[in-house]
């Protein structure tokens, strides 16, 4: 049986290039709650953000069958086309407060412990988009999920264009596990990995990267081409909508 803490990430590369293998590097999403994916603009992001939503639709379940949801913000407006639980644009905060109300109702009680996701895409466009308050309001409130959601099966996954260590406040960089796609600027994988880290995460292309999880080394996975997207629409939206 699957365990329901690990979630297929993508393939491990190594295995793919020396093998012709597609292993899988899974997400144990119990030890590496939250996660940013960052990478240039066309590295596939939300292509992978999409895959993963797929991937938790199906095996985010938990022992006794509670389906997993997502909450997700999109400030390009363009990762989903639609759902509940789906805001673009100028509706990002919605996303943003009704996963944190879920997740004061668990602190106060709720024992609900299935598996909740929160997803911002164009996270840093959209907090430099706002007035300074307000992306500081933004940053405090993100700060504190990332460093509490973990004991309640609440999970946070972050794009972003160009991060760098400082628009995570109060140290909760350390509470992210981040993967790198493409071309990253040497500035943001500078401020996230130490250097010798740093110096194996070479220049990658669409869809290729590192996962670079607390204590672990690098390791360079290969995002899956998705074979059947009208499959892929739908297991989103049942973790968007249902
Ligand atoms: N793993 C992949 N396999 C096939 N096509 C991909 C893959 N990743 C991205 N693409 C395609 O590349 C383009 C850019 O991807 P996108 O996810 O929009 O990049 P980003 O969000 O980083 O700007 C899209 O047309 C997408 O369909
Ligand atoms: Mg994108």
Redesign the pocket.
């Known amino acids: 049986m699957v365990n329901t803490h690990k979630i297929p990430l993508a393939y491990d590369t190594t295995l793919l290039t020396y093998t012709n293998k597609k292993e899988y590097v899974f997400w144990d999403t119990d030890q590496f709650p939250n996660l940013a994916i960052m ?1 240039n ?8 953000i999409r895959l993963l939503l797929g991937y938790i639709s199906k095996y985010a379940i938990t022992a006794t069958g509670g389906q997993p949801k997502a909450y997700v913000g999109c400030f390009k407006n363009e990762l989903l086309t639609g759902g509940k639980r789906f805001w673009g644009r100028h509706d990002v905060r919605l996303a943003l407060s009704q996963f944190h109300a879920e997740f004061e109702a668990r602190a106060n009680g709720d024992p609900c412990k299935d598996f909740r996701l929160l997803v911002i895409d164009e996270y840093i466009s959209w907090l430099a988009s706002m007035e300074a308050k307000e992306a500081k309001e933004v940053q405090k409130c993100i700060a504190e999920l990332l460093f509490m959601v973990r004991s309640k099966n609440m999970h946070i996954l972050l ?1 972003c264009h160009r991060g760098m260590a400082t628009d995570f406040q109060h140290g909760s960089r350390d509470c992210l596990n981040i993967i790198f ?1 493409g071309s990253p600027s040497k500035e943001s994988v500078g401020s996230f990995v130490s250097r010798e880290d740093a110096s194996m995460i070479e220049k990658r292309g ?2 290729e990267g590192y996962t670079v999880f607390d204590g672990q080394k690098p390791k360079a996975i290969t ?3 998705v074979q059947d997207m009208a499959k892929l629409d739908m297991a989103i939206q049942k973790l968007v909508s249902d």
């Open positions: 990478g603009s066309g590295s596939g992001k939300s292509y992978f794009g796609l669409r869809g995002v899956p081409t």
